[in-house]
Nanobody, 121 residues
Framework: VQLQASGGGLVQAGGSLRLSCAAS????????MGWFRQAPGKEREFVAA????????NYADSAKGRFTISRDNAKTTVYLQMSSLKPEDTAVYYC???????????????WGQGTLVTVSS
């Protein structure tokens, strides 16, 4: 499956941003989807994941209460709505697809190219 992330940009602290990830190539609804991020000089980390149907989701502690992952299987797109953004949320955000549900990088076989989110203080 091919993934194309978009929606990143520059936003002030406290602001909101919605990332999108469009999928193509294979049956989107067969995959769990996740969002990860990588800040400069840091390792890539889990942000959120969502089940096939979209009825189940889980979040990193840093994202709970501020970020919401969702998907539209008809549009083969997964979203990450981010609010109350903080400067420490600055990172390249990646979407990824997995055959299994989880938060571990190695579970995800397909990755998008990343979209940069910069939060200014």
């Amino acid at each position: 499956v091919q993934l194309q992330a978009s929606g990143g940009g520059l936003v002030q602290a406290g602001g909101s941003l919605r990332l999108s990830c469009a999928a193509s190539g294979r049956t989107f609804s067969n995959y769990f989807m996740g969002w990860f991020r990588q800040a400069p000089g840091k390792e890539r980390e889990f942000v959120a994941a969502i089940s096939y149907s979209g009825r189940s989701a889980n979040y990193a502690d840093s994202a709970k209460g501020r970020f919401t992952i969702s998907r539209d299987n008809a549009k083969t797109t997964v979203y990450l709505q981010m609010s109350s953004l903080k400067p420490e949320d600055t990172a390249v955000y990646y979407c990824a697809a997995s055959a299994s549900y989880g938060s571990t990088l190695s579970q995800y076989s397909y990755w998008g190219q990343g979209t940069l989110v910069t939060v200014s203080s």
